[in-house]
């Protein structure tokens, strides 16, 4: 790491002050309004945000933050998987970068924070290193992941999976949203959106990434603390589920001759849930998405399709569960027909020792309060685990409410993320 | 009733050529191809029709009826409820007149013939009866109710109800389709569609009523049976659910603090199916339209709204069980609110027995086998009841399936019912 000697400052503290001179310069009142500023793109009547993957909003986010990223003269570029980066290049531009970010696609009834925060945060986190007049040894990079939140294309963490190599490019360009936009159509938008920011490869080397993101769970808050260290992420496996029965005039059809989907979805949907159903609440089981056809008050159903969201820190505990799911659906479609596509499949994962201790350490080195934490959501961290040292940040947010409109988080802790972040990418690029 | 002495009919047999005189110029193949005809508007890919109330496909429909009209001569008239009207004016013109038809739009995936075949065969009867040279005293009008389905804009029936007054056009204009645009809007688009064609009033006196429509059951078919007398429609009563939750994160959340509003629904469609489970298997129970909010796989849904189709025969029966939809939703919403409105309640309704030996008379005349029938289905007939002589003429169709892509009839049974229908018609006005 290089940088000017502070003026003052003896060569003897020169160390301590220089891991703390990036965080001073972590402005807490700009990261909000930042926030406040790219929930416009998106924003909902009820004060959320409705900004799902390529879509026109999250175009226009993109925008705001390349101009940002301009006006700190970093190096914008893309990848072909949609993901968007900017770099704050280092003393020895070959050595592999340190990477921090997040996403900025949300639910369709989605919260002002997650993900965006990760983003922001990281940019906040360069903008204190510029401000301190550090040039570190590794570039660093701000990443934002493209579809994150899998909620218009199935399933999430796109970006990172394919940037990563966990999936291909191939693999999600045929995918559509449900009104049949492929993902293939909608990088053709961002592509066009932005001509003049340079593709990078995918799967290029990475020394190591941070993620910041809110915790969407009440942890942090009811114990008081600023800083969640991640210590790893429960285990998740997603399914589409399929019944196929048949129309039907619910005037005439006698009960013993209906095929009806929605009856049979529902016996399948209790069943799974009692699976599920475990004394100590461990298990998260949700069915998120549930769709009926031709979804008309007087015409028996002839097709649901709905989903399942299921997560256990324990993966074997998981996995057996997952196990059971497709005979499960099977046993309970009365006369009608399941079908059972498992979507992903992704066991618990603990970040590295040596990442959670450096993030502690920074924090203990600034004085804010932290604690291990487990992540029950999924996040872009679980694909960049496999190819380089990663951990993640977490901050309270209100009421451990997420995925919703209302969801909210304090400035104070917003900036101590951030703090925290910016030291601990300097530590990781020098 | 007058017409031309046939050549070489005495007066003598007069009466029995008469008779059958118009039967005699029902086209089996006419009224065949006018059907494929009609179904290439709306059509499916599976071979169905998609022609919902008010929409473009369905005004191409009343296009190409009102061009079949006008080749007969027929005056062509509409009213403010988007009802059409083509009418063989009798000798007397201040007669109330005779009425037949039925409806032009469909489910969304629904079939070639329910709806549709009414008002085909009332134009094959009213072709008939010009081709046979007849003039009845009373006119005799050819109608296309708006609107019988009810599933674009809920509740069905509407043209129908607003033109015997048993709503008010008011009552029906601010309703919206889930795309927002309301009955006015598309009540403006069918009459900017035909600006020519006059507006007659709402409730004018009408003298009889007679509905052609395919069963929609299985009976006529398995007992083969050409025609069925119908002696009745089963009540029914409607409702629109819903059940208010939270929105919260599908990885985070736990299982007691969540409040699913889909769970919920789930618990409560099972209830309500419970109650309606009949030992006879009479009740006829169908949620057929079920809307989950925010529908992401990884949010535990906020918001469920459903229909519930409820009919019996025995209206004691239906009133009980409709009563205790309620009180049910409300103890099965676990931790949501559940708010139930209620849309129609219709008791069960028997046709004059004048009108059911008529029609029974008019097919022994014609050698056409003919049974009672109770109408499981609701129809415009219903409304037409209270405010004149009214009756149903059903005809077989395949396995008994519809509101279905796959419904089909056959020409045989469509001709036969043609021809039951002008004869009680023609009797009708005489």
Not at 138 to 167: C, D, K, Q, T, Y
Not at 192 to 219: K, N
Not at 349 to 375: G, H, N, Y
């Amino acid at each position: 790491m290089a940088q000017a000697r502070p003026a003052g400052a003896s060569w003897a503290n020169y160390e301590n002050i220089m891991k703390l001179q990036a965080a001073h310069f972590i402005d807490a009142q700009r990261l909000w309004e930042r926030h406040m500023h790219m929930a416009k793109y998106g924003a909902t009547p009820a004060g959320g945000v409705d900004r799902q993957a390529l879509s026109a909003e999250d175009i226009q986010a993109q925008k705001v933050l390349l101009g940002w990223g301009s006006e700190l003269e970093l190096v914008p570029a893309r990848d072909a998987a949609g993901n968007l980066f900017l770099r704050l290049p280092g003393l020895e531009p070959g050595a592999a970068p340190v990477m921090t970010g997040s996403h900025m696609d949300s639910q369709p009834t989605g919260g002002k924070f997650d993900g965006i925060y990760g983003v922001l945060a990281g940019l906040e986190a360069l903008q204190a290193i510029r401000a301190a007049g550090i040039v570190p040894r590794r570039s660093i990079e701000l990443v934002a992941w493209m579809n994150e939140e899998g909620s218009r294309f199935a399933p999430g963490m796109m970006g990172s999976s394919v940037f990563s190599g966990s999936s291909t490019l191939d693999s999600i360009l045929s995918i559509k949203d449900s009104r049949g936009i492929s993902v293939q159509e909608g990088l053709e938008k961002v592509q066009a959106a932005f001509p003049l920011v340079p593709l990078w490869p995918l799967q290029r080397p990475v020394h190591a990434y941070v993620e910041a993101h809110i915790e969407q769970g009440p942890i942090l808050e009811s114990e008081s603390y600023s800083i969640g260290v991640v210590s790893g992420i429960q285990g998740k496996r997603t399914f589409s589920v399929s019944l196929q029965g048949e129309e039907a005039h619910a005037g005439t059809s006698r009960r013993c001759d209906r095929k009806d989907a929605l009856m049979a979805a529902l016996q399948v949907v209790q069943a799974l849930s009692a699976l599920c159903n475990d004394d100590q609440d461990i298990v998260k089981f949700t069915v998120g998405r549930f769709q009926v056809k031709p979804n008309a008050p007087s015409v028996v159903p002839s097709l649901v399709e709905f989903s399942i969201d299921l997560r256990h820190p324990d993966s074997s505990v998981l996995q057996s569960l997952g196990d059971q799911v497709e005979l499960l659906c099977a046993q309970n479609a009365g006369p009608c027909k399941a079908t059972v596509r498992e979507l992903s499949n992704a066991i618990s994962l603990q970040f590295p020792q040596s990442m959670r201790t450096l993030i502690s350490e920074v924090a203990q080195t600034q004085s804010i309060s932290c604690m291990d934490i487990l992540s029950s959501a999924g996040h872009d961290a679980r694909y960049m685990h496999p190819i380089c040292a990663s951990g993640m940040i977490f901050i309270p947010c209100a009421g451990g409410i997420s995925h919703n409109e209302a969801e909210s988080a304090n400035a104070s802790d917003m900036a101590n993320g951030a703090k925290v972040l910016v030291e601990t990418l300097l530590q990781l690029a020098a």
